[in-house]
């Protein structure tokens, strides 16, 4: 049997009864752990390799958010801190070639962290180009406010993790960098004109038009489409992701539990389809709305299929590399940023 076209949480360390039958039943295409899914390596990888049975593929994407700073689902004592993007992006401009190095060097040894899991897909790089004033929710996560150098540091994010065995996804396209709300908790309107936010939020995103996987932001743009949000709108994602941008990968939304999206979750989920995203996102957990997504959503057919396919292809095997010697190396280029 297909598997459906969503990606599911789970509520804990381990799976419940009721997870299992859910699991097994519904063939979530994929996983994404959190905070709450990890204790320690061999009980994360228990539970990759329990998910992956259930669903009876050996190769099932599991998803997490480990991007270096404060959004990291893996930590100490078992896991490395990693340094935030803002650190390569300042590093870069000291040295374009280091802060290249340095990114790379990063996302390698996070490849390799997942990699010892069963961890398949890092939700890494972002492109989002922030400007001043707006909310914090991007931050210090973003490489830069130039969209050359943004791209040119998410560019070397994804050889990293792509070399390490671990498929990115390219988030929040078309930008998050301008909201002045934290989607999590409301929905942010842009009111930037097209004109502007093609030569600058949308142009970051346009060279890595490329990779395999990307994720939509919750942010309205008032100019293009006054009303959705770019994961709900089709003119979105068909006019700007699509043809503007020019991604043909597999298309996931951000998670559908956000409160940005208006609407119960079965709502919320029909529209993210009826869109054109490919895979609907369903973050937290509750079992309750998990079924609803599940409920509305199709098994993987025609293109998007197709493009789920190609981008489980395009993994390969983690290349040999020396671990001791890439944290030593990316140490020395971090203390660089400390005595410029």
């Known amino acids: 049997m297909t598997s459906r076209a969503f990606i599911t949480g789970v509520s804990g ?25 990890v204790e320690a390596p061999d009980q994360v990888s228990a539970l990759v390799d329990e998910f992956r049975s259930l669903v009876g593929e050996a190769d099932a994407p599991v998803l997490i958010d480990q991007e270096g700073g404060r959004v990291a689902r893996l930590g100490p004592p078992h896991w490395p801190v990693y340094p935030p993007g803002a650190t390569f992006g300042a590093l870069y401009e000291l040295d374009k070639a280091l802060g290249l ?16 899991l069963g ?11 922030p400007v001043a004033g707006a909310d914090a929710v991007i931050g210090n996560r973003a490489y830069g406010t130039e969209p050359g150098k943004v791209a040119a540091i998410a560019r070397a994010v994804t050889g990293g993790l792509k070399r390490g065995g671990v498929l990115p996804i390219l988030k929040h396209i078309p930008g998050h960098g301008r909201a002045t709300a934290d989607s999590h908790f409301r929905l942010p309107t842009v009111d930037t004109s097209r004109e502007e936010l093609e030569r600058t939020d949308f142009a970051a995103f346009q060279p ?17 489409d006054p009303v959705q949000p770019a994961t709900t709108s089709a003119t979105i994602i068909g006019e700007v992701i699509r043809a503007g941008i020019g991604f043909q990968g597999l298309l996931m939304s ?21 869109a054109g995203c490919d895979m609907v996102l369903h973050c937290n957990g509750k079992l309750d709305e998990m079924r609803d997504v599940a409920r509305e959503t199709p098994e993987l057919a025609g293109e998007a299929l197709a493009r789920a396919k190609r981008a489980q292809a395009s993994r390969k095997p983690p290349e040999p590399f020396d ?18």
């Open 323 to 340: 671990r001791q010697a890439a944290r030593a190396e990316l140490e020395a280029l971090m203390d660089r940023i400390g005595t410029a």
């Open 119 to 129: 961890i398949t897909v890092d939700c890494l790089p972002l492109a989002d180009v």
């Open 208 to 224: 890595l038009a490329d990779l395999p996987m990307a994720m939509t932001a919750h942010v309205v743009f008032s100019a293009i």
């Open 254 to 274: 951000d998670d559908v539990s956000m409160n940005a999206l208006a609407g119960s979750i079965t709502d919320r989920t029909r529209a993210i389809l009826d």
């Open 101 to 116: 190095r340095a990114a790379w060097l990063s996302s390698r040894l996070i490849a390799a962290d997942l990699s010892d």
């Open 13 to 37: 360390l381990e799976l419940t009864a009721a997870e299992r039958e859910f699991i097994r039943g519904e063939l979530p295409w994929g996983l994404i752990l959190f905070k709450r899914n």
